[in-house]
Structure formats: structure tokens, C-alpha cells
């Protein structure tokens, strides 16, 4: 089992920036494939990053060169800096984790309770 927290949500101007952290326990967090998905009311959950435990990156196209991911395993925690945003940015974004393939492929095990991204125009 493993626990995920986020923080660092909330209400930013377009072409702000925000930084989401996600902390872990429970499990051998430096084992774990991790990722970010967001979520509008309404619509499916969506990929939208995700870090190897190697350090491999993956990014959804909607966001490539605006949002980076990393890592910190002696710290247990998965980080998503978010530049440039968008009012389509707007979503509850949620931690992941899970073997990277399942991450990246949206079907991860592990999941927080999400933070609210709110980008006004």
C-alpha cells in the first residue's frame, strides 16, 4: 500500500506559475513509477506527467515545455513545476504512483485525494 499527499494548489493569473508536490509513504518510494493526471468536472481523468524512477519524463503534448516534473527520493517526494498557465489548465490535479508503464498509460494503483488548479483569465 502507499499513501500520496498533494499540496501546493490554488488560484493563479494566465502565464502564472504554480508548483505542485506530492509526498509518499508506505511503499519504497525510489521503486515507484510516479505521475501527475488532472481532471474537469464532467470529463475523464488525463495523463498529464510522469517521472521513471530512473529520472525518465514523460509529458502530455498540452503541456510539454510549460510544466516539468522531478523527483526527490531521499525525500519521498514527486514535484510538478508548472510555468505559463493556462485557463484550460484549470483542474484538480492528482499524484499517482505505480510502475511507470501503468502510469504512463493511465492506470496507476495509487492515487491522492488531488489539489485544485484554478488559472483565471
Known amino acids: 500500500q502507499v499513501q500520496l499527499v498533494e499540496s501546493g494548489g490554488g488560484l493563479v493569473q494566465t502565464g502564472g506559475s504554480l508548483r505542485l508536490s506530492c509526498a509518499a509513504s508506505g511503499r519504497t518510494f525510489s521503486r515507484s513509477g510516479m505521475g501527475w493526471f488532472r481532471q474537469i468536472p464532467g470529463k475523464e481523468r488525463e495523463f498529464v506527467a510522469a517521472i521513471s524512477t530512473v529520472g525518465s519524463t514523460y509529458y502530455a503534448d498540452s503541456v510539454k515545455g510549460r510544466f516539468t516534473i522531478s523527483r526527490d527520493n531521499a525525500k519521498n517526494t514527486v514535484s510538478m513545476q508548472m510555468n505559463s498557465l493556462k485557463p484550460e489548465d484549470t483542474a484538480v490535479y492528482y499524484c499517482?504512483?505505480?510502475?511507470?508503464?501503468?502510469?504512463?498509460?493511465?492506470?496507476?494503483?495509487?492515487w491522492g485525494q488531488g489539489t485544485q488548479v484554478t488559472v483565471s483569465s
Open positions: 499517482a504512483a505505480d510502475a511507470i508503464g501503468t502510469v504512463v498509460y493511465g492506470h496507476p494503483n495509487y
